[in-house]
């Protein structure tokens, strides 16, 4: 295929527009392939938005682009796609090109996540240094702010937002998988940019100025300890550092690494409620924390903290000289994220535990002395502070979001796994260890400094784990695995202590800690003592956990302690309501044997009762059998590691499953749930909906409208049920009258009409809705009903009495009328003596 000829950008945009709608995808990523060797920087500048948009969607969902969410493997332009977006492809490389030359493309701040455009929108610097010195003010005002990002920056923008972008996907068709396209190059950028092993690749493309540069790369000799934290000066900022002249080539290839983490952490977790947003932006919760910090700080003596010791990690306090009237607008439309952004999450989550974990042992216990040298790479130092200064603050709130946000179902599942992957980074070390159970796996004691600088991952994120738990249907074997999950995560041995000594350091006084720092550190030698070190980790350990929770809540935080009274008693209902939820399964267990055992080929003649009327089912499709059986084994196990956890032994277990009492034998389970009587009838307890949820009572439900226009049954054909009605509503409409007078009628004729014809049961008194009461109210006159005749049962009855009359030499007429005979001198026999009948 020939080159296409070099023509005027303008022409060279309008063709390429051209063949988007007429060429097929291989074809046009082969012309773009050419296109982007042969032509300057200048013509693919023009061109590179469009680009961008076609391959990505626009930010407002309306064009979806490539549909890189539903492009799986098994499509025939999944491989063109991957080849052309590769890091190391001819997309890349574009972008590498067009950075070479300094190029600005803008994104409206309106598709910035809330808090960051309502910070712009006030007038306040955002937190995320990515967003500095970007903005771009035009004269229409404020409302059309934009950001002039580089073309890295753009790029991963787009790749970015196309998760959370609105889209109409065809009907049956969603972005859940992990193998679609774009879940893939989520993970190869990830281990391209961010790689446990070496380095960060140089970029492929150069030109006659050497390596391409970053915008604002931070050098090597400064280090991470003012990125994402303090200031010593109290009006200085996040800031890149400008690059040195002898900046080294690592340092200068870092930027990249940065830029897609930021951009990753800020479009997909920097989404909370308004009430959070306003928390965290209260001068007086960030001035009330810096006094805090500078009263420690102050203190004679105090260390300075080496850079990377992670003893800082905090959001970044902005104290403006005047503060405008906030504008909560564009945090008013609630975010929900998707199953498919959770899993999303979740990979990057996993990718950072991995790429912090494959520090090198030296790097990680050297000095502190030592971090300050040049020898000490960028990529290391990045390693090193990625998960607290990067993505601990966000996480948690995006975390703390779903978990109060999320529906009561089995998709919880992916949330939960997020937060565990989280919570046990020592799972993606990449050491090989001897294969033992997961139960016996202790967790090893250089993770002590993660569970406290994390305390509130592991004891605010139970806490909201366990009141969600207490609304779910613990017979289902979904919901029973993940309490299954929790449990056996935080039983891992030396977890349950870490967590517990991280919250007595939160509990600390104050005041002793001023009486415990020493006056000066002296070494041994110099006259000092091995108890002012040890004094010196205490003190800096408490500093740690206290700045930790104080910045994600606030300095007037209420800290409930995970191991504390108040929540042992909610672990201990839920003990309880587990014990319950396995009674329960048992018992539908049995129920639906002893219906399995008892239902057999005469049943289906109608020898064996049926309930129309009771709606209720004592399991569900997705919970009989061996789903049952997994149930009980989770909720067994689940309430193994909850004793193990919080240190119950058995005979305390027995006494709290003993206290249930007869509340949980079968004759219970026929009355009704807990209930108070309100003005229109009776109103459910918290006690009483626990109760249904987990099965152990419910109403008796049954059907209150009008019996002709009942779903059809399994054991009906829906098209004689369809045709009886019809045929009936005209009876009906017709006689209607004269059934009203016979059935009205004191003798036996009356009661002989009621019998055939269905009238409204006056005798069993039933509690009603405030609407089936009001529907009642209407009399419903006496009718003819067919629908019985629509019924296999009576189908296949019918038909044995006309083979029996043949054998006996009988037609079909004759055996009709001895066929109505019968049924009129039934009719006759139960109006004489039905009475009678029901009083025996």
């Given at each position: 295929m020939a080159a296409p000829t070099l023509q005027p950008p303008s022409f060279l945009l309008a063709n390429l527009k051209a063949d988007a709608t007429t060429k097929p995808l291989l074809q046009r990523c082969q012309d773009l392939v050419k296109i982007i060797d042969e032509y300057p920087a200048k013509e693919l500048h023009l061109i590179f938005p469009w680009l961008v948009e076609c391959v990505f969607g626009t930010l407002d969902g309306i064009i979806a682009g490539?549909?890189?969410?539903?492009?799986?493997?098994?499509?025939?332009?999944?491989?063109?796609?991957?080849?052309?977006?590769?890091?190391?492809?001819?997309?890349?490389?574009?972008?590498?090109?067009?950075?070479?030359?300094?190029?600005?493309?803008?994104?409206?701040?309106?598709?910035?996540?809330?808090?960051?455009?309502?910070?712009?929108?006030?007038?306040?610097?955002?937190?995320?240094?990515?967003?500095?010195?970007?903005?771009?003010?035009?004269?229409?005002?404020?409302?059309?702010?934009?950001?002039?990002?580089?073309?890295?920056?753009?790029?991963?923008?787009?790749?970015?937002?196309?998760?959370?972008?609105?889209?109409?996907?065809?009907?049956?068709?969603?972005?859940?998988?992990?193998?679609?396209?774009?879940?893939?190059?989520?993970?190869?950028?990830?281990?391209?940019?961010l790689p446990s092993e070496g380095t960060v690749p140089p970029s492929p493309f150069s030109d006659s100025r050497g390596s391409v540069t970053a915008p604002s790369p931070r050098s090597s000799s400064v280090s991470f300890a003012g990125y994402g934290v303090h200031s010593p000066s109290l009006l200085k900022h996040h800031i890149f550092h400008q690059p040195s002249v002898n900046a080294e080539p690592s340092a200068q290839e870092i930027w990249r690494s940065e830029t897609l983490l930021q951009m990753f952490v800020e479009v997909w977790l920097h989404h909370y409620s308004l009430e959070m947003y306003q928390k965290l932006q209260s001068p007086q919760v960030k001035l009330a924390l810096l006094q805090y910090r500078l009263s420690m700080s102050s203190m004679p003596c105090q260390p300075h903290a080496p850079p990377g010791s992670g003893t800082l990690h905090t959001y970044q306090v902005l104290l403006p000289f005047h503060s405008s009237p906030p504008l909560w607008g564009p945090l008013e439309e609630p975010f929900t994220p998707t199953e498919e952004h959770v899993l999303v999450v979740r990979l990057l989550?996993?990718?950072?535990?991995?790429?912090?974990?494959?520090?090198?042992?030296?790097?990680?216990?050297?000095?502190?002395?030592?971090?300050?040298?040049?020898?000490?790479?960028?990529?290391?130092?990045?390693?090193?502070?990625?998960?607290?200064?990067?993505?601990?603050?966000?996480?948690?709130?995006?975390?703390?979001?779903?978990?109060?946000?999320?529906?009561?179902?089995?998709?919880?599942?992916?949330?939960?796994?997020?937060?565990?992957?989280?919570?046990?980074?020592?799972?993606?070390?990449?050491?090989?260890?001897?294969?033992?159970?997961?139960?016996?796996?202790?967790?090893?004691?250089?993770?002590?400094?993660?569970?406290?600088?994390?305390?509130?991952?592991?004891?605010?994120?139970?806490?909201?784990?366990?009141?969600?738990?207490?609304?779910t249907d613990l017979v289902n074997a979904k919901n029973a695995l993940m309490v299954f999950r929790v449990a056996k995560v935080f039983a891992q041995p030396n977890l349950a202590e870490m967590i517990q000594k991280g919250e007595q350091l939160f509990l600390e006084p104050e005041h002793v800690l001023h009486h415990r720092q020493p006056r000066g550190y002296l070494t041994p030698s110099q006259g000092g003592s091995y108890l002012s070190s040890r004094q010196k980790v205490v003190t800096d350990m408490v500093?740690?956990?206290?700045?930790?929770?104080?910045?994600?809540?606030?300095?007037?935080?209420?800290?409930?302690?995970?191991?504390?009274?108040?929540?042992?008693?909610?672990?201990?209902?839920?003990?309880?309501?587990?014990?319950?939820?396995?009674?329960?399964?048992?018992?539908?267990?049995?129920?639906?044997?002893?219906?399995?055992?008892?239902?057999?080929?005469?049943?289906?003649?109608?020898?064996?009762?049926?309930?129309?009327?009771?709606?209720?089912?004592?399991?569900?499709?997705?919970?009989?059998?061996?789903?049952?059986?997994?149930?009980?084994?989770?909720?067994?196990?689940?309430?193994?590691?909850?004793?193990?956890?919080?240190?119950?032994?058995?005979?305390?277990?027995?006494?709290?499953?003993?206290?249930?009492?007869?509340?949980?034998?079968?004759?219970?389970?026929?009355?009704?749930?807990?209930?108070?009587?309100?003005?229109?009838?009776l109103i459910l307890t918290d006690l009483g909906r626990r109760q249904i949820i987990n099965g152990l009572r419910r109403f008796d439900l049954q059907y209150q409208g009008d019996p002709e226009l009942q779903p059809i049954r399994s054991y009906e054909n829906a098209l004689l049920v369809r045709l009886f009605y019809r045929i009936s509503s005209l009876l009906n409409d017709?006689?209607?009258?004269?059934?009203?007078?016979?059935?009205?009628?004191?003798?036996?004729?009356?009661?002989?009409?009621?019998?055939?014809?269905?009238?409204?049961?006056?005798?069993?008194?039933?509690?009603?809705?405030?609407?089936?009461?009001?529907?009642?109210?209407?009399?419903?006159?006496?009718?003819?009903?067919?629908?019985?005749?629509?019924?296999?049962?009576?189908?296949?009855?019918?038909?044995?009495?006309?083979?029996?009359?043949?054998?006996?030499?009988?037609?079909?007429?004759?055996?009709?009328l001895i066929i109505l005979a019968g049924g009129f001198l039934y009719g006759l026999f139960m109006t004489l003596f039905g009475d009678k009948l029901k009083t025996h």
């Open positions: 490539w549909n890189l969410r539903l492009l799986h493997s098994r499509s025939n332009e999944y491989h063109i796609v991957m080849d052309f977006l590769n890091p190391s492809g001819p997309m890349m490389k574009l972008v590498y090109k067009l950075q070479a030359e300094e190029y600005k493309y803008e994104i409206p701040v309106n598709y910035l996540p809330g808090p960051v455009k309502a910070c712009i929108q006030e007038g306040v610097l955002p937190d995320c240094p990515l967003f500095h010195n970007k903005l771009q003010f035009p004269l229409s005002g404020l409302l059309s702010l934009n950001l002039a990002l580089n073309p890295f920056e753009f790029f991963m923008f787009n790749f970015a937002y196309c998760l959370i972008a609105p889209k109409s996907y065809p009907q049956g068709q969603h972005g859940s998988s992990t193998d679609s396209a774009y879940f893939v190059l989520v993970d190869t950028y990830l281990k391209y940019f989550v996993k990718h950072l535990h991995a790429f912090s974990n494959s520090l090198k042992p030296e790097q990680l216990s050297s000095s502190p002395s030592v971090h300050s040298h040049t020898h000490t790479s960028p990529l290391e130092e990045f390693k090193r502070v990625v998960v607290q200064r990067f993505v601990q603050q966000k996480l948690y709130l995006f975390l703390q979001h779903c978990f109060g946000h999320w529906p009561l179902d089995a998709s919880f599942r992916a949330v939960l796994e997020t937060w565990l992957s989280y919570i046990q980074p020592w799972r993606y070390t990449g050491e090989k260890i001897n294969p033992q159970p997961d139960q016996n796996r202790t967790v090893p004691d250089k993770w002590e400094s993660f569970a406290q600088e994390n305390l509130l991952m592991y004891t605010k994120l139970f806490q909201v784990f366990l009141n969600r738990t207490v609304r500093f740690r956990v206290k700045s930790h929770v104080y910045s994600l809540e606030g300095q007037d935080c209420q800290y409930k302690q995970m191991f504390g009274t108040e929540l042992r008693g909610a672990v201990m209902k839920l003990i309880q309501m587990i014990a319950q939820a396995r009674q329960t399964a048992k018992r539908i267990s049995d129920h639906s044997n002893e219906v399995a055992a008892s239902s057999s080929f005469l049943s289906w003649f109608g020898l064996s009762s049926s309930d129309h009327n009771n709606t209720f089912s004592g399991a569900e499709s997705e919970e009989s059998g061996e789903c049952l059986k997994k149930t009980h084994e989770f909720l067994d196990r689940a309430l193994e590691n909850l004793c193990l956890i919080f240190k119950l032994n058995q005979g305390q277990l027995t006494q709290l499953i003993s206290n249930l009492g007869s509340s949980q034998d079968d004759g219970n389970c026929k009355q009704l749930p807990d209930c108070i009587q309100g003005e229109n009838g017709r006689f209607g009258g004269h059934m009203s007078a016979l059935c009205s009628r004191p003798d036996f004729l009356g009661r002989l009409g009621c019998h055939y014809l269905t009238i409204p049961d006056s005798t069993t008194k039933t509690n009603q809705s405030p609407v089936s009461r009001l529907t009642l109210e209407r009399n419903r006159p006496p009718r003819l009903s067919l629908r019985p005749l629509a019924s296999y049962r009576t189908i296949l009855l019918l038909l044995l009495l006309y083979v029996f009359g043949a054998l006996l030499s009988f037609g079909p007429v004759s055996s009709t």
